[in-house]
């Protein structure tokens, strides 16, 4: 008998798990509240309870070849970096061409998932859910929840003295649905992450004046890299992986330094973090700058305290004549469904083995599938992540002891702590996070054994963009286009962009770049051995 699987959510994450559970023989069944596929990329006109939401103006900041589903590339026309409704239509065909929706109950709600009494045994879970007022229980024998991290806005109040007598009106990005209600006002964005960027960018179009608040600073990013190309499939190999985490730190967090101001000087327009040389997540907006340098957008420390109408900074200036306040100011992780006991949070930190599975459960019938922020793009992630989950569910893999887990949870937080900060615990390197995932089901490339057998191959695997197809190309779930979609992937990239006749698309060279970078640490060190 096939074991059944309860999967929370229909979004990218969803459909990777569902997709995993049919690829194991497994029998799922994916509840999603609402009426379509798709999760945060499923735009609504307005914030809808226990959903994600975005806004109009979204557009991705990974690139469609480092995004995809490792077996379903995006169509060569498409462009590189998507509006929201483009990806939307990409992940509608994945589900139509996988044939998943016949395993979704759209419009369902699932108000309570508990151990079944004889989970110690069993390792079952009951599940209840509604749709048109009719509640429905069911026993699973695994659950996927697969529901996001943006569906629960953190607005800290508490954190800004005097919010309660402004006068103005204050939301939170969640709520934001385009410029238009802002024209010709003055608007204070508090938060510097991609949200805030994004609606800060737009704002200055038709508002007044722009005001960016922030504490901490952040390294800002275009999409557009050397050459012309997409930042990660430059940036994103395993080569510059295997620097990055082998290199002394100091030198390391030199050319992060440097890489990152190449583009502009971060301190001219205060926004360099407080610690330059920390490895803070970046900030993807193409447009941020300039609007710095038009006037348009300024950026000014934390807010010390709002009175009736202005916000008094941390250092002491003041922002008069407040119309509106936008708090970007992320999101909190809720899962009212599930008994707090389950998924363990001390001090805002998910205790997840790998991201994954709640570590002192009797079974391992459990798997949050698309929490963790791998610095890559969320759906690859989540397909490998659900590739795991489901061969630990079969029994195909096993999870260690709860104690190696404990103790591998806290080695890998402290580590978190040091790179990402306190905020930024969900944070993890991402080719290094997929080959981990990768060695547990045998679909990390074996790089040595391509190298006698495909070197042509294992060199674009190993200096190339690590793409999605790299952890279809070998073990179980191997996809047979996914060497020809390795030595396409440059061709698709620069289709879309190709559409008048020109000289031969010139393609990057990231290990030449690295050693040009390089060279000024080892000409340093070299100068300093001569003297000793």
């Avoid at 970046?282 to 709002?306: A, M, Q």
């Avoid at 009736?308 to 936008?326: L, N, P, Q, R, Y």
């Avoid at 999870?399 to 890998?412: A, F, G, R, S, V």
């Avoid at 930024?424 to 490339?445: H, R």
Wanted: neutral net charge; glycine residues 6%.
């Amino acid at each position: 008998m096939r074991k059944k699987v309860a999967i929370i959510g229909a979004g990218v994450s969803g459909l990777a798990s569902i997709r995993c559970c049919l690829e194991e023989g497994l029998e799922p069944t994916c509840f999603e509240r609402s009426n379509d596929v798709g999760g945060l990329w499923k735009f609504s006109d307005h914030a809808e309870e226990g959903r994600a939401s975005i806004y109009p103006s979204v557009f991705t900041n990974s690139s469609k070849e480092m995004m995809c589903f490792p077996d379903f590339p995006y169509p060569d026309d498409y462009p590189n970096f998507m509006h929201h409704s483009k990806l939307q239509e990409y992940i509608e065909a994945f589900a139509q061409k996988k044939n998943l929706l016949r395993y979704i109950r759209f419009e369902t709600l699932v108000s309570s998932i508990k151990k079944c009494p004889s989970f110690r045994v069993t390792g079952q879970w009951e599940v209840v859910s509604e749709k048109n007022g009719k509640q429905e229980s069911a026993t699973f024998d695994a659950v996927m929840i697969c529901s996001g991290h943006h569906v629960y806005p953190n607005l800290p109040s508490d954190s800004f003295p005097g919010l309660d007598k402004f006068q103005g009106h204050y939301l939170h990005s969640r709520d934001y649905k385009g410029p238009e209600a802002f024209k010709g006002k003055r608007v204070l964005v508090i938060g510097l992450g991609n949200s805030a960027c994004d609606i800060a960018v737009e704002l200055s179009h038709l508002a007044t004046q722009v005001i960016i608040s922030t504490r901490s600073g952040s390294w800002v990013m275009s999409r557009l890299w050397d050459d012309g190309c997409p930042w990660d499939m430059v940036c994103v190999t395993r080569f510059a992986s295997l620097l990055w985490n082998v290199l002394p730190s100091f030198v390391s967090d030199w050319l992060y330094v440097k890489k990152m101001n190449t583009w502009f000087k971060h301190e001219n327009y205060g926004l360099m973090p407080l610690n330059g040389t920390l490895r803070n997540e970046p900030v993807f907006n193409d447009e941020l700058p300039s609007r710095i340098l038009c006037g348009t957008v300024s950026i000014k420390p934390g807010v010390k305290e709002f009175t009736e109408t202005s916000a008094v900074f941390e250092d002491g200036t003041v922002f008069e004549a407040i119309d509106f306040v936008v708090f970007a100011t992320g999101y909190n992780y809720a899962y009212p469904y599930l008994d707090d006991s389950i998924i363990q949070n001390r001090n805002k930190e998910l205790y997840l083995f790998k991201g994954i599975f709640p570590p002192l459960m009797e079974k391992p019938t459990l798997a949050v599938i698309g929490l963790v922020q791998s610095l890559g793009a969320a759906i690859p992630t989540a397909d490998q992540q659900a590739r795991w989950a489901v061969k630990v569910f079969t029994n195909s893999c096993t999870l260690p002891t709860p104690k190696e887990m404990m103790d591998d949870i806290d080695k890998k937080m402290d580590k978190k702590l040091k790179w990402f900060g306190q905020s930024q615990t969900l944070q993890t390197d991402y080719v290094t996070y997929m080959d981990e995932l990768g060695s547990f089901i045998g679909a990390k490339p074996n790089i040595p054994w391509l190298l006698l057998t495909d070197p042509q191959l294992a060199l674009e695997v190993y200096f190339g963009p690590c793409s999605p197809y790299q952890f279809r190309l070998m073990g179980p779930g191997k996809w047979d286009g996914a060497r020809k979609a390795i030595m396409t992937q440059w061709d698709r990239t620069v289709k879309p962009m190709r559409t008048r006749a020109v000289s031969e698309a010139h393609r990057p060279q990231p290990f030449y770049d690295l050693l040009k970078m390089l060279l000024f640490p080892l000409l340093l060190l070299s100068v300093l051995l001569m003297f000793y």
